[in-house]
């Protein structure tokens, strides 16, 4: 079952020209060849919010969580919250059914705020302190991965009550993307870390835990994972007659962000999961646990996308041509730092012409700036145009920083041909007011000459 499949009514008067599989679902081009998402052209909402600014589609992001439930449904499904947080999204994700982890003290709050059950909370951070474990514990989080000889120690020492953990464990198979963290298993210290924590009265060993990377794109990689996860898991019962009832196979998975990419079929990842979870547990006589997975990238990534004001069009010896856009690092760290590269379209004007290749570059003038090479976007591109970046749903506004002291763009949601600010734009007043050598320190929206006339007195 494809996401059209889940929302046939998404696919119909979607342009050719909009890519199914990297585009929001509900992605179309009007009359006047305007891009719209969520039934509201993205001019209406440049115009309303300006630009930079991320655009959301609710239903996008909530059919990617339905699809993952009918795909995978004795999987118990925790949405990845570092992926695209806010109130409102973590409420989105919890109406949806879905589990939310989170792995800092803001993430915390902002989940609890959103009015998530505790219990559905899974608490992942690296090298956590034990302020932050204390708040976890505090409020009752449902469970926590540990992923360190210390973290067990401090835990141990902030609890008082039956706390729930599990173990990230790191298999004998090749990763990468941050799965180096945890316990190893051919050297013993993943048995040895079931070990110590059985012997903490107040730590509850649920389960295991495990993240074999970033943008897996190959179900297959599941495969002898999972086998060694069980094999650890029949050799705590056989040493210490626990029986493990949970086996989280962390996130990771891929999805596509030019034409071509591949992508994880959660279909397909269903089938590798189940025969060899069938296949392992009857080799060790070990019940079945039940699964998790915690997508992030992948509910997220394709519901979002970036609206961008050209500024500048510059030509270049050689043929080359480049769009200079009033975004960047500030807004797309992702590219910098992941070496992503991006699906791009004229968005006010979305009519067949002639096109050429054009590179769009952010104006902050950090190198790594480059938004999206050679898109082939209208010959006549020109200051004033509207761009729209898709796929930038993940790990856009999240890891949005104030490079160069500019503002983050605001988070928009879409749905049903209405818009809604989730997060406002971060503005000049917003980050003088951290400055503690400030005398104005209100904390309020304003512009530049506000702020400048504020300073002069006037």
């Not at 909530?62 to 993952?68: E, H």
């Not at 993307?177 to 509850?204: E, Y």
């Not at 480059?370 to 509207?386: K, N, Q, S, W």
Request: glycine share 10%; net charge neutral.
């Amino acid at each position: 079952m494809t996401q059209f499949e889940l929302l046939p009514s998404l696919s119909h008067g979607l342009s050719p020209h909009l890519d199914r599989a990297i585009w929001p679902l509900s992605a179309s081009v009007d009359d006047l060849g305007r891009l719209c998402v969520g039934a509201v052209p993205v001019t209406e909402i440049a115009a309303d919010y300006g630009t930079p600014a991320y655009v959301v589609d609710e239903l996008d992001f909530r059919a990617r969580i339905r699809g993952y439930r009918a795909a995978l449904p004795e999987v118990e499904l925790v949405y990845a919250a570092k992926a695209l947080l806010s109130t409102a999204v973590a409420q989105w994700a919890a109406s949806e059914g879905a589990g939310l982890n989170v792995c800092s003290p803001g993430e915390l709050a902002t989940v609890l705020t959103a009015g998530v059950a505790p219990s559905q909370i899974v608490l992942h951070g690296n090298a956590m302190t034990g302020a932050e474990l204390h708040d976890a514990v505090d409020a009752e989080v449902g469970r926590i991965v540990i992923d360190s000889p210390n973290t067990i120690a401090l835990l141990a020492a902030q609890v008082r009550h039956r706390q729930n953990v599990l173990i990230r464990v790191i298999p004998g198979i090749e990763a990468h993307g941050g799965a180096g963290l945890g316990f190893t298993v051919a050297d013993g210290r993943a048995a040895g870390a079931v070990r110590r924590i059985l012997d903490q009265p107040w730590l509850n060993l649920v389960g295991l835990h495990c993240h074999l990377g970033s943008r897996i794109t190959d179900p297959r990689r599941y495969g002898p994972a999972i086998r060694q996860l069980v094999a650890l898991m029949a050799e705590a019962r056989d040493r210490h007659g626990v029986v493990l009832s949970q086996l989280d196979l962390g996130g990771g998975h891929g999805v596509p962000y030019v034409y071509g990419d591949p992508e994880l079929s959660p279909h397909a990842l269903a089938e590798v999961v189940d025969s060899t979870l069938r296949s392992a547990c009857a080799d060790y006589g070990y019940p079945r646990p039940q699964i998790v997975m915690e997508p992030g990238r992948a509910i997220a990534a394709r519901a979002g996308i970036t609206l961008y004001r050209v500024i500048d069009v510059r030509h270049r010896p050689g043929g080359r041509t480049f769009a200079v856009v009033d975004g960047g690092m500030v807004d797309n760290p992702h590219e910098g730092l992941r070496g992503v590269k991006y699906t791009a379209a004229l968005a006010n004007r979305h009519l067949p012409t002639t096109t050429a290749p054009v590179t769009i570059v952010g104006r902050q003038c950090e190198s790594g700036e480059e938004i999206a090479r050679d898109v082939e976007l209208a010959t006549d591109i020109h200051p004033g145009d509207l761009l729209a970046l898709a796929c930038t749903g993940a790990y856009h506004y999240s890891m949005g920083s104030a490079c160069n002291l500019v503002g983050r763009p605001p988070l928009i949601a879409v749905a049903g041909g209405r818009t809604r600010p989730l997060v406002r734009r971060e503005t000049v007043a917003d980050l003088l007011a951290r400055d503690c050598d400030w005398s104005h320190q209100k904390h309020r929206p304003g512009s530049v000459t506000m702020v400048v006339n504020e300073a002069r007195g006037k």
